[in-house]
């Protein structure tokens, strides 16, 4: 197994896959998303509705996306996928105000919904092609935990640009250089990844495959229990892993870096909370590489249904650490919800591989993709409602009693290996 391993680890097209998700979250915004849309004038309701309308066009392009990709190749729609996103950057940059900010978010929705699940099909292609199939949580992990260096490496890089250009809206031009070089490295995977079934389209014929595949994958209960388990956690993570943004801006003092570097309070507040996002996604990307080796205790199905709970627990955390102003301990249960949730992704993988069949992984996955988009459009303006009239205490409280009763009813079953 340790051959195999090493044998994994210096093939050129994994590699590939790896600089794909480096690639992919060098986005130089991503720690400071929430505070740019409040300085721009948005409540924290308002900032939940663009959630939802980001989520709404994920919701309506996620199925259609998956049928398209296992039936009209998969690079074509991952290079149309990260167009959407550059679109969506530009936009941002030049827009202002709640409604060009929402036409900005539904074509990031739409790089979102031509994203999910094609890139992981292509990985589970070629491990077929290559004989790897049964090492496809360390693969995932692998190359999960290059894109958690890429969100690091981002956080860093956006200290450095602001303070060259302190506007934080310059971040998402900038982030466009890289989404260019993705559309180059896909261009670059071997044709035999593609799998196109279909050279001519249809919408008739399309709108036919997507109603039977559809149909195919809700039918299957033990696939839709583990997407419905997925979608869940990923839905409420999505939800509030930003909100640590408004959280530190209203617990941190100015005096973290004013002891070292003389910097105004909005300037500090930058730097922290891109070191806080750094040390994030350095600490995830160890994990999403090591997660395999859970499987050698545990098997994925009781992994999954477990980190359900701990979520739960999590959340209770922080809702006392908010309500006592402790923040260090507000910064580290955020770290473990990130590593928790980078954790959870290979297993999911692992999981769902297995219960699949060849021909509908992108359409499964995008399924999923869909369901975590359904619930990310209820809760996210849900726990903005909350955060703007109560508080973030009662918000966490809220979702920690939410997800202890959700984990009562969905179970990964134990067919699932």
Known sequence: MKKTYDIIKKDGQIWKFCAYGFLRDLKFFEPFLIIFLMQSGLNLFQVGLLYSIRETMSFIFEIPSGIFADNYGKKRELTWCFSFYIVSFILF?????????????????????????THKAMIYSYLEQKGWF????????????????????????????LFKIEAL????????????AEIILILSYPDSLDEIRKTEFSFREFFKIS?????????????????????VFDAIFGSIKD????????LLTAYTFRTIIELNEKMTLKISLALVYTAIYIISAFASRNVYRLNKKRTSSLLMRSTMGIL???CFIIAVSVKFDLVMLVVISFFFLFVLKNLRRPIFVDVIGDLMDK???????????????????ILAPLFGFIADNFS??????????????????????????
Request: no cysteine.
């Open 359 to 377: 021909d509908q992984r992108a359409t499964v996955l995008s399924v999923e993709n869909q369901m975590t988009g359904i619930f990310t459009i």
């Open 211 to 231: 109603m039977n595949e559809f149909k195919r994958v809700v039918k299957d209960s033990a696939i839709l229990k583990t997407i419905t388990s997925s979608s």
């Open 169 to 180: 809206k310059a971040l998402f031009l900038i982030s466009v250089v890289p989404y260019i």
């Open 392 to 417: 973030f205490s009662v918000l966490f409280i809220f979702i920690g009693i939410s997800v202890f009763l959700i984990n009562m009813f969905v179970k990964v079953p134990e067919t699932a290996k």
């Open 134 to 161: 049964g090492q496809k949580n360390f693969v995932y992990g692998r190359t999960r935990s290059f894109s958690m260096i890429g969100s690091a490496v981002s956080s860093l890089l956006s200290i450095a640009f």
């Open 93 to 117: 940059f030049f827009g202002s105000g709640f409604w060009m900010f929402a036409l900005a978010m539904i074509f990031f929705g739409l790089g979102e919904a031509f994203r999910s699940g």
């Open 243 to 250: 909100y640590i943004q408004p959280i530190l801006a209203g």
């Open 312 to 314: 739960g627990v999590t």
